[in-house]
């Protein structure tokens, strides 16, 4: 009866509304019915009354549910816009100034990470030459010296270190190149690694082709990938300058930040009309998509957190039932961490769309507004600045407007 | 502060929000459990039960506190309890424990030469006129054969009808047949509330408004199912310059406290056992109201005690007096 009624639902209500809002009160509901259930003889001897025959008393009472679920769902979506500010630290002052050195702290620690992954790579991109140099001059000592020598029994321990890091995609710095290199030269200028029929020769070769090709190869573009990594990341995560107390707040940061760095793009300004310029479009239906399953989450993550609180204090205080606090009084913070781990990877997700629809649509909103199209970026740059000083300030706008012909 | 500095002070606030939170939540979880959970639950008497009583499942109700909570859960099932004897009086509200009842009754055994018959009780009987204790007549064939002989225990089996136990003498219980069974007294030789079947006790006693302890001690001591009459007349003052009679002040606008809620302000209240000091609590207190008139059947064995309805507190300074007559059902 309840998928009818829920398929019934969507023809009434639209999926943004549903996934946002309907579906978080119904679970909401569903859980304190269960824990009233749990804790109340009276509720469950009401319920028993309740005649599981379809009579017209029981339908009245399932539509009078499903009528206040609708109602408290409608009343969700309106104050999901304060939920989710809420989330993305819209707090007082004085919170946000004790809260904010975290994720100051969190910012921090990302910049020194992409100082260090870049200082990282550049070390392995000089090295990658010289060391491939200095293996082969080893190695031709070693043959023009002892030309008919070659004892290499077994692999020297700087190599198998190496080889054991890159089988478990650990970082190699230059350094353990270096070492290894050296190690690995002193063997070569004693023996002769080209020496025919012999399995030492073999394995020292191996051994000088994987650490100058190979496994140099590895560490520089792993090092490449921590480089790329750590630049998404504070690219994704923070703003340019200011930082909000949550990770949500500063994604969402995040997104100005990189639509004013990269385009001169204000998106406070132009959003809505970004909007706009999407609709029809197969894409706006994943941003709008996103946007449903966020608000679900951030829905859930408040309507769970004010259900275990309350329900903390009633089985504390007036229920007074030892198993059930328990099982509520730890259950409780942990679906509250997890949903908002949850929401953060959908912030994550939902912030990059937005990213996305800043690069594919942005020339859609100068068509809207009828304005000619940049030539290059810093053309672009120019007049997105003319266009959000013109909506900001109502400054003249100095661009000339371009009419297409009707077809 | 450095980046780290920073972490480490979060992570430290953090493990100790954790910290204390958990803590409260198992003090809380133990306390919960050692004050509640870990006690068992007992329903309560409806009504004041003599001893040797049979259960019904009239008899037993959920406490106050504990309807309608998960402790209700507790409660064992009630056809564990129906069907047993109490071991002693139970008043009303007082718990009904389970291991204090018995799956027979207790019948002393005497040696003036009577002995223990069971007598049927007619089906039509109405269920829980009749119970240990009350005074009734043994009839076969429309004659009485044994005129008011005290039930000592109800008995009933799923195989026949319910049988009253009564001690008779041995010629008597001879002519207990098949169709001997229990009436209610209804002849001019008294039933147990006609007028003519009460024996005064003592002579008429005085209970002061402002009594020298708590209560006033009337009876030093009533046995165990022992039917009083008592009667009171006169007033007294209950508060400066109001006087009331045994019944109290129905219409009472004072702020005042009583003893007990179940008779009204200034009236005349009673009860079983404790002493002259006792301030009983709750309405688990066995006080009963006697009021200007009052039949009780004693509960529990043990001293008559009255006194006003009233805050010990708020006693008034006068000397009035209520005087009480007291009689005793005859046997």
């Known amino acids: 009866m309840l998928s009818t009624v829920l398929e019934k639902l969507e023809t009434l209500f639209s999926k943004h509304m549903l996934l946002g809002a309907f579906y978080p009160i119904l679970v909401t509901v569903f859980l304190n019915l269960a824990l009233l259930h749990h804790t109340s003889p009276g509720f469950r001897a009401w319920l028993a009354t309740r005649a599981p025959s379809a009579t017209v008393e029981t339908l009245m009472s399932g539509s009078v549910l499903v009528f206040a679920i609708a109602v408290g769902a409608f009343f969700l979506s309106t104050i999901a816009l304060f939920l989710r500010r809420l989330i993305e630290g819209l707090w007082p002052a004085w919170l946000c100034r004790k809260i904010a050195p975290l994720q100051r702290a969190e910012l921090d620690a990302i910049e020194t990470q992409v100082t260090k992954a870049t200082e990282f790579r550049r070390e392995l991109r000089e090295l990658e030459s010289s060391l491939d140099n200095g293996l082969n001059k080893a190695r031709g000592k070693g043959r023009t010296n002892f030309a008919t020598v070659c004892v290499y029994g077994q692999s020297i321990k700087e190599i198998i270190d190496l080889r054991h890091k890159?089988?478990?995609?650990?970082?190699?710095?230059?350094?353990?190149?270096?070492?290894?290199?050296?190690?690995?030269?002193?063997?070569?200028?004693?023996?002769?690694?080209?020496l025919p029929n012999s399995a030492h020769a073999v394995r020292l070769d191996t051994d000088a082709v994987d650490l100058g090709e190979h496994l140099v190869t590895y560490a520089t573009s792993r090092a490449v990938d921590d480089v790329i990594a750590a630049h998404l990341r504070r690219q994704a995560e923070f703003g340019d300058q200011i930082v909000e107390p949550t990770a949500p707040g500063?994604?969402?940061?995040?997104?100005?930040?990189?639509?004013?760095?990269?385009?001169?793009?204000?998106?406070?300004?132009?959003?809505?009309?970004?909007?706009?310029?999407?609709?029809?479009?197969?894409?706006?239906?994943?941003?709008?998509?996103?946007?449903?399953?966020?608000?679900?989450?951030?829905?859930?993550?408040?309507?769970?957190?004010?259900?275990?609180?309350?329900?903390?204090?009633?089985?504390?205080?007036?229920?007074?039932?030892?198993?059930?606090?328990?099982?509520?009084?730890?259950?409780?913070?942990?679906?509250?961490?997890?949903?908002?781990?949850?929401?953060?990877?959908?912030?994550?997700?939902?912030?990059?769309?937005?990213?996305?629809?800043?690069?594919?649509?942005?020339?859609?909103?100068?068509?809207?507004?009828?304005?000619?199209?940049?030539?290059?970026?810093?053309?672009?740059?120019?007049?997105?600045?003319?266009?959000?000083?013109?909506?900001?300030?109502?400054?003249?706008?100095t661009l000339p407007y371009e009419h297409k012909a009707p077809p | 502060m450095s980046t780290n500095a920073v972490k480490a002070k979060a992570t430290k606030i953090a493990l100790w929000i954790t910290a204390c939170y958990a803590v409260i939540s198992l003090g809380i979880s133990a306390w919960n459990y050692a004050s509640v959970d870990s006690k068992p639950v007992h329903y309560v008497a409806t009504r004041p039960l003599p001893c040797n009583h049979r259960i019904v499942e009239a008899d037993l109700a959920t406490p106050r506190g504990v309807n309608g909570t998960a402790r209700a859960q507790q409660l064992p099932p009630r056809t564990t309890l129906t069907g047993k004897y109490t071991r002693a009086a139970i008043a009303a509200n007082q718990y009904i424990v389970a291991s204090t009842l018995r799956t027979d009754p207790v019948i002393a055994r005497q040696d003036d030469g009577r002995t223990v018959v069971p007598v049927a009780l007619p089906a039509a009987l109405p269920a829980g006129l009749v119970d240990a204790g009350t005074y009734v007549d043994v009839v076969s064939s429309g004659a009485i054969i044994a005129p008011r002989v005290r039930i000592l225990a109800?008995?009933?089996?799923?195989?026949?009808?319910?049988?009253?136990?009564?001690?008779?003498?041995?010629?008597?219980?001879?002519?207990?047949?098949?169709?001997?069974?229990?009436?209610?007294?209804?002849?001019?030789?008294?039933?147990?509330?006609?007028?003519?079947?009460?024996?005064?006790?003592?002579?008429?006693?005085?209970?002061?408004?402002?009594?020298?302890?708590?209560?006033?001690?009337?009876?030093?001591?009533?046995?165990?199912?022992?039917v009083l009459k008592l009667e009171a007349t006169e007033k007294w003052e209950y508060a400066d310059g109001v006087k009331c009679g045994p019944d109290g002040a129905v219409a009472n606008k004072l702020k005042l406290d009583p003893l007990s809620n179940v008779a009204p302000i200034g009236a005349l209240i009673g009860r079983i056992g404790g002493s002259t000091a006792t301030i009983p609590k709750g309405d688990e207190s066995g006080i009963f109201a006697v009021g200007s008139f009052a039949v009780v059947s004693v509960p529990a064995a043990g001293p008559l005690f009255l006194t006003i309805n009233l805050a010990p507190s708020q006693y008034p300074t006068t000397t009035d007096t209520i005087k009480v007559t007291i009689y005793e059902s005859k046997p």
């Not at chain 1, 993550?301 to 606090?325: C, D, K, P």
């Not at chain 1, 679906?335 to 912030?347: E, H, M, Q």
């Not at chain 2, 003498?169 to 207990?176: C, Q």
């Not at chain 2, 209560?215 to 009533?222: A, E, I, M, R, S």
């Open chain 1, 166 to 194: 890159r089988e478990q995609d650990q970082l190699i710095s230059a350094k353990d190149l270096t070492d290894a290199a050296a190690e690995l030269s002193k063997v070569l200028e004693t023996n002769n690694a080209d």
């Open chain 1, 250 to 397: 500063n994604m969402m940061r995040a997104v100005s930040s990189y639509a004013q760095r990269r385009y001169g793009f204000n998106m406070d300004l132009l959003w809505t009309r970004l909007q706009h310029a999407m609709q029809g479009q197969p894409f706006y239906q994943t941003v709008l998509g996103a946007k449903a399953e966020l608000d679900s989450l951030i829905a859930l993550f408040w309507l769970t957190g004010v259900t275990w609180v309350a329900w903390w204090f009633v089985l504390a205080f007036i229920v007074r039932s030892s198993a059930t606090f328990l099982l509520v009084a730890l259950a409780g913070p942990l679906v509250s961490w997890a949903l908002y781990r949850l929401v953060v990877a959908s912030y994550r997700s939902f912030t990059d769309l937005l990213r996305a629809s800043v690069d594919l649509y942005r020339f859609e909103v100068l068509k809207g507004l009828h304005l000619p199209l940049p030539e290059g970026p810093s053309s672009e740059r120019r007049t997105w600045e003319t266009v959000a000083l013109h909506n900001a300030y109502g400054e003249e706008l």
């Open chain 2, 154 to 226: 109800v008995t009933c089996t799923s195989a026949g009808p319910c049988a009253a136990l009564v001690r008779v003498r041995p010629e008597v219980a001879a002519a207990i047949d098949e169709k001997a069974i229990v009436a209610i007294r209804t002849d001019a030789g008294g039933d147990v509330m006609d007028q003519k079947g009460w024996i005064k006790v003592g002579e008429t006693v005085e209970i002061p408004a402002k009594p020298a302890a708590i209560w006033t001690k009337v009876l030093d001591y009533v046995p165990l199912n022992t």
